[in-house]
């Protein structure tokens, strides 16, 4: 120090013009001396402001989903997660259950539809189980319609399980998830409607020509005539179908007589013919009686016939002999001549041209 004083006096001193080295000395010192509080206090500013910068870049915690919940206990881990965690009313949110837990413990699940709240379940499926890294997972699949809108809440779900592995306490533990919340909504914001969005009224329109009203007359007056002419034909087809179904039993037996003749089978198959002839009969005096003639044996149906009274004594024997003949045929492998099924056959349409309760009738009984 003494030295720097002794130096500052001869510099002051000094007439020379040739600097002196302990003045340079002094005066680079100096200057670094500037230099390094200058260094000092731009430190000092930046790490205030990269201090405030960090605590302003430092990343909030992350905020709870309201709508998905883990829980874990011992060997086991339930997750129930709802998405979408925001709705409309309109939709239907899928709430998932998974149940995930260790092999050796036996789990119970929770029943179906618990815990939900505002919501009615519109579908539930169940997976099959998975098993990954030695752990078995099941899942619930629910499908849920919200009742209301607003935070709807679905209450904590309880799952049970016994822990039945070697090392396990064998006990019966219960895990529990935390509530879920749900915020349904009615509409979209942007969707609410804006008078805005109204159109000012529409200008007047201008009436139909004579040209237009005369086009649009003549296609009404085509559809009326066609409507007309469908009506009209479809009235013509129903009273012909009604003629055809109201047929009396007489008429109906010659048809069926008339087809029987034009198959042919007295020719080709004797015992069907047999059949079918004998079957005509027996219709014809179902319609005419009320008998149940085709669910009889012929024991039956002349039984009761004769119990009836439906017919005089001498047309019952004559339809015994013809029913018992065509039996012998049909039953007994009996084959008739030409004649007699010409003559069967002759029998079956007099039988039928038969009125029982008429007297007349009776003078072509005497020919069956």
Known sequence: MHGIANCKLQIANCKSTTPCPLYLWERVRV??????ALET??????ASGCGQ????????????????????????????EIQPAKAQLSDEPVLTLTIEYEQGVQIEKPPFGASMGSFL???????????????EIIQQVYTLEPMQTGKLLIDPISVTFT????????????IQTEALVVEISSMVGDSVPSLAYLHPSAGPVDLPTYGSILGWSIVIICIVLAIIGWMTRRHFKLKQVTA???LSPEELAQMELEKLAQSRLAETDLVQFYVELTAVVRRYIER???????????????????QANTFN????????????????VKFAAFRPRQDDVEESFSRAKIFIGLKPQEPARQTREAAV
């Open 31 to 36: 200057r670094a001396q500037a230099l390094v």
């Open 41 to 46: 206090i731009a430190f000092l500013v930046l």
């Open 53 to 80: 910068n960090s605590e302003n870049a430092q990343p909030s915690s992350p905020q709870k989903n309201p709508a998905y919940s883990a829980v874990e206990r011992g060997p086991v881990k339930v997750t129930a």
């Open 121 to 135: 379940v519109r579908d539930f499926h169940e997976p099959l189980t998975k098993t990954r890294n030695g752990r």
């Open 163 to 174: 822990d039945l592995r070697p090392n396990g306490d064998e006990k019966t533990h219960t």
């Open 244 to 246: 055809a179904v109201v």
């Open 288 to 306: 005419t009686t009320g008998i149940r003639a085709p669910e009889q044996t012929t024991e039956e149906f002349l039984r009761e016939i004769s």
């Open 313 to 328: 004594r001498d047309t019952n024997e004559r339809l015994r002999n013809f029913l018992e003949s065509a039996d012998l």
